[in-house]
């Protein structure tokens, strides 16, 4: 008689864990076994929010994408795109000092030092105020020497009449919300990310009320950009509002609570962070830059959009992953390892059984689901989409594995590895684009991840665990 194992016993299991600790009323966190109770509660909640907001999101964006291309016309569309693009270059302003700010939070808290939490809080918003103030002056200082017209490659007298105006609102709504967005990091911090999800789902309905309500007016382009972009900022206000005055107000930030040491710490790890992602970025950006110079832009097409297929799971997983990133911190900060680990192993069991079965179905009907989707214009070999599907799986577990080193406030090591990774990834995906085709640039990914990623963390990672542990027995019982 032959042993049959259910591959899906473990995730039942955790499934069954995970209901019995999904509550509104929290667990009571005087005891070791309550706070991983509550961990796991705050986890959970986070994750759930993470997916409403996301939906709502995209709902809006069906809802607002056709409404504002048939209102504004290709041109002036084709504008907003491209000016709410400057968002995502704009997201690295902030020199990463909202991530510092999140570890020290998370530490603090696992410390239960609200001295040091103040001190955190205050020193991170006056840091970034600082920085929203020196990018507005350095906007208003360039404007006038600026050709929009040129920049955005318009034509119309309309489209550029309203270009100035346009990225005005998106970069004023910008410089206030990036000291506002504290409060997230905040939240995030204390495991509270459900909330600022919540608050996320509030400002999509805003945005969206105040675009209708612009085209009900026949508002032009600056209005629908400050409508977009300040419904969330109204949401992050109404948030601060709620968190610094009612629920925590004894964490308002005041400049009398603004250290040197506390300022040092956010940004020398901030820092840290914004390489980590700039070395992250370079490496996936890479992808397409390949493929349109070595076999022109049509291969971008045949490349991207079966990527894009394979993405979504990823960031399934990251929704649940990214809730973990501060209980690791705050668990780390109060000894209790075992929670870390086992927690650890849960979460790679949930990615794997989670990431494998969808990545192989996208894998053999991959095509077909293409077809279908998009037209049969785009058909990807077997070799491309057997290279994506690993590809999902190691990155998804990556990504699992790095929330518990940021955590854990292993950065340098992650900087190591992933400058390796995408100085190597663009070397194979050119060597290798050469050798088999298109399917060579997700392949060099694959091979230089596993070189560069896989291997250093199998073997960094029980260094980190004994380290750790004899860290622990120095300090003895909190």
């Known amino acids: 008689m032959f042993y049959r ?42 994750a759930i929010a993470s997916g409403i907001a996301k939906c709502i999101s995209i709902l809006t964006g069906l809802i607002t994408i056709p409404l504002t291309l048939d209102y504004l016309g290709v041109e002036r569309y084709g504008l907003w795109m491209t000016i709410s693009s400057v968002v995502l270059i704009l997201g690295f302003a902030d020199l990463g000092m909202g991530n510092g700010l999140l570890n020290a939070i998370s530490e603090a808290n696992g410390k239960d030092d609200r001295e040091a939490a103040v001190n955190y809080v205050s020193s991170g918003f006056f840091m970034l105020l600082g920085v929203a103030l020196l990018i507005t002056l350095a906007f208003i200082l360039a404007y006038p020497y600026v050709p929009w017209p040129r920049v955005f490659n318009i034509k119309s007298k309309l489209a550029i009449q309203e270009a ?40 999509s309905i805003f945005g969206l009320i105040a675009v209708l309500l612009v085209i009900y007016l026949r508002g032009g382009l600056p209005w629908l950009v400050l409508s977009m972009a300040g419904g969330p900022a109204l949401a992050v206000l109404i948030n601060w509002v709620s968190l610094f005055r009612f629920r925590h107000p004894w964490l308002l930030p005041r400049w009398r609570s603004v250290t040197f040491t506390s300022a040092k710490r956010i940004f020398r790890i901030g820092l840290m962070f914004l390489v980590l992602h700039l ?41 649940i992953a990214g809730s973990l990133w501060p209980a ?20 790679m069991i949930i990615t794997f059984l989670t990431v494998a079965l969808p990545s192989l179905f996208l894998v053999l009907f991959g095509v077909q689901i293409i077809h279908f989707w998009v037209g049969p214009e785009i058909t990807p070999s077997f070799l491309l989409l057997s290279g994506m599907g690993i590809w999902t799986m190691l990155f998804a577990l990556g990504s699992t594995l790095g ?27 050119i060597f290798l684009i050469y050798i088999i085709g298109l399917p060579g640039i997700i392949w060099g990914t694959v091979i230089c991840y596993i070189c560069f990623a896989v291997v250093p963390y199998i073997f960094y990672l029980p260094k980190i665990m004994a380290t750790m542990n004899l860290r622990r027995a120095v300090a003895g019982p909190l």
């Open 279 to 319: 070395a992250m970025a370079f490496s996936f950006a890479s992808d397409n830059l390949v493929a349109a110079q070595v076999l022109g832009p049509e291969a971008v097409t045949q490349y991207s959009v079966p990527m894009r297929m394979f993405s979504m799971l990823p960031m399934i997983i990251n929704m």
């Open 328 to 347: 690791y911190g705050e668990a780390i900060a109060r000894g209790e390892l075992a929670w870390v680990r086992k927690t650890l192993i849960m979460s």
């Open 403 to 429: 929330m518990f080193l940021n955590g854990a406030n292993i950065i340098r090591f992650q900087i190591f590895c992933a400058s390796l990774f995408g100085i190597s990834a663009l070397l194979s995906k």
């Open 164 to 203: 100035g105006p346009a990225i005005t609102a998106l970069v004023a709504i910008f410089a206030v919300n990036l000291p506002l967005g504290v409060v997230q990091r905040v939240q995030l911090g204390y495991q509270e990310g459900y909330q600022t999800n919540l608050y996320q789902c509030l400002g």
């Open 5 to 46: 194992f259910d591959f899906t016993s473990p995730l039942r299991g955790i499934i069954r864990k995970a209901a019995k600790t999904l509550r509104l009323r929290a667990f009571d966190t005087s005891t070791s076994e309550g706070r991983s109770k509550e961990r796991y509660r705050r986890v959970a909640l986070t």
